[in-house]
């Protein structure tokens, strides 16, 4: 395994060639893809920079809402699946009507809220 650049930092020269070098010497569609492509990197640098987070406060919110106070299982994959699992079961609370009315009404549209927040932070570098 090498040390430096980590692959954080090779997306970021990546996009910085892109959006310095193509960009400025490319013309029409050329010019255009190459954007497309540096935003691409953008995206997953963030996505990269803030997974693990965002995912660590998903799980926390969702046992909240869902009453379950389990640990997390470790990052990556495992931990993707369990919190599908816990969005499966929120969903169906909420089909069920669970979340018609009362305080944990606004506790689900809270947590819609951040979720939706996260999601925006990557895909737009918004907070």
């Given amino acids: 395994m090498n040390d430096r650049p980590d692959a954080a930092e090779l997306l970021a020269a990546v996009r910085r060639f892109l959006e310095t070098d193509v960009v400025a010497s490319a013309r029409g569609a050329q010019k255009y893809q190459a954007r497309v492509a540096a935003h691409v990197l953008a995206i997953v640098e963030r996505e990269w920079a803030l997974s693990d987070r965002h995912l660590a406060e998903e799980w926390e919110s969702l046992g909240r809402l869902l009453g379950e106070d ?19 079961r929120l969903v169906e609370r909420i089909r069920a009507g669970d979340a018609d009315t009362g305080s944990w009404r606004t506790d689900v549209l809270e947590h819609l809220r951040r979720v939706a927040a996260a999601k925006l932070e990557v895909a737009r570098g918004e907070s």
């Fill in 70 to 88: 389990e640990s997390a299982p470790p990052s990556g994959e495992a931990l993707c699946d369990a919190i599908r699992d816990q969005n499966e």
